[in-house]
């Protein structure tokens, strides 16, 4: 049977656009929230500790909520999440016109806010499953991580001109905005609740068949303790990049969302190739080959501020879109892998066990990448983590089961 189009897929379309608004959102607040952090106190540190706070809810929250998103409507638990998120960053640019923003309240903001997306994201997971067939999944995934792209790509070029005419503050309202628009696509979505109820009983035994599922899966636990390996050595670098960008390129707001934007392009153009790659190669063989080259992209951003300047936010931007979109083909296989194989009951449990080992290290890796930046520099800073980065290549390609799937 011919598998329906899904630009034909009505409730798909709704979710893919309102995620797709959401995301150019997410981007512009992803160069604001730094900048305005920055022009505030001038310190990597601080700029760390938000990306920590925003990332920390990881840590706190992903085993719980996925637990709950097995037992709850997940239309729900995003609906929430949308307003929740709305109605937090909406008070930034109300302090900012009130002269009464401080840093306790962006604290706050980046640790609600993060938590907000810890609960959508689980809840997201189970939600392509929900309403596509299992034919659908890696198209499905591909264009949402192509949408993602694109906001990349428009998010961040729009942001820095939005921070030079109205200032960083408020900018962050068009985010606000856009989990709005999220919102009102979700509401007409159908009940997302698991196909079977938990056969457990209590939140522990739920949760701690999650562990047992992860840890009886060989390929799923590699996939999660490389995806770890992979967050430690990327988000170092990653929670300190506008400062990077600030210091070491010297490009002001518009030239830093022209960087960021130029990213956008490597989703654009590799996530609709996505389902093309897959069936060529194997999963294990992008793998491989997506780590043979992180690395190398990570070292280019050490050698990048020797250039002239123009010449170097093309360099790191085209660098950038590389890497984005090889993230971005990886998270597509290994996501779309664990909806075809993991048990609808299970899913939320089981995706978020590998989120709590996986990116829980985030908000570990943001302050450090801000008190090594303080401490021996941006560059060294990048040097460790294509280190690392060369490492994990080595193990995956040589040692890992993950390789031969």
Not at 4 to 25: C, D, E, P
Not at 166 to 178: C, H, Q, T, W
Not at 274 to 293: D, E, F, K, N, Y
Request: proline share 4%.
């Amino acid at each position: 049977m011919a598998t329906q189009s899904l630009w034909r897929h009505g409730a798909f379309m709704r979710v893919w656009a309102g995620s797709t608004i959401s995301g150019v959102g997410d981007q512009i607040t992803g160069l604001a929230l730094p900048w305005l952090v920055l022009l505030l106190t001038h310190s990597p540190v601080q700029l760390g500790i938000v990306v920590g706070l925003q990332n920390l809810p990881f840590l706190l929250f992903t085993l719980i909520a996925g637990v709950y998103a097995d037992r709850w409507d997940r239309r729900v638990i995003m609906l929430t999440c949308d307003v929740v998120r709305f109605v937090a960053l909406a008070t930034i640019p109300l302090a900012a016109a009130l002269h009464n923003l401080t840093m306790g309240q962006i604290y706050a903001v980046a640790f609600i806010t993060g938590t907000g997306r810890v609960w959508f994201d689980v809840a997201h997971y189970a939600l392509l499953p929900g309403i596509l067939a299992e034919a659908q999944l890696v198209d499905g995934n591909s264009k949402f991580f192509a949408s993602e792209g694109a906001s990349n790509l428009v998010g961040p070029s729009l942001g820095g001109f939005l921070i030079k005419l109205f200032g960083a503050a408020n900018a962050i309202l068009a985010d606000a905005f856009s989990f709005l628009v999220s919102a009102i696509a979700i509401v007409s979505l159908p009940s997302l609740r698991a196909s079977k109820p938990p056969a457990e009983r209590g939140w522990r035994a739920q949760l701690a068949a999650g562990f047992r599922y992860l840890f009886g899966h060989r390929i799923i636990l590699e996939n999660a303790l490389f995806l770890f390996m992979f967050l430690l050595f990327q988000m170092m670098v990653q929670a300190v990049y506008v400062f990077y960008a600030q210091h070491e390129l010297h490009l002001d707001a518009a030239l830093t969302g022209i960087l960021f934007a130029l990213a956008g392009l490597g989703p654009i153009i590799i996530s609709p190739l996505a389902p093309r790659i897959r069936r060529r190669l194997r999963m294990g063989q992008i793998l491989v080959l997506v780590t043979s080259l992180s690395w190398i992209m990570m070292a280019v951003l050490d050698i990048a501020p020797l250039f002239p300047k123009l010449v170097a936010l093309v360099v790191v931007g085209l660098t950038g879109a590389l890497d984005y979109g090889l993230g971005t083909l990886w998270n597509v296989v290994t996501i779309s892998y664990r909806q075809s194989v993991i048990p609808s009951q299970l899913m939320s449990r089981v995706n978020s066990a590998l989120r709590f080992i996986s990116w829980g290290v985030i908000p570990i890796a943001s302050v450090l990448g801000g008190l090594l930046t303080q401490t021996i520099g941006i560059r060294w800073l990048i040097a460790i983590s294509a280190a690392g980065l060369f490492a994990m290549f080595i193990i995956l390609a040589r040692f890992s089961e993950i390789r031969k799937v």
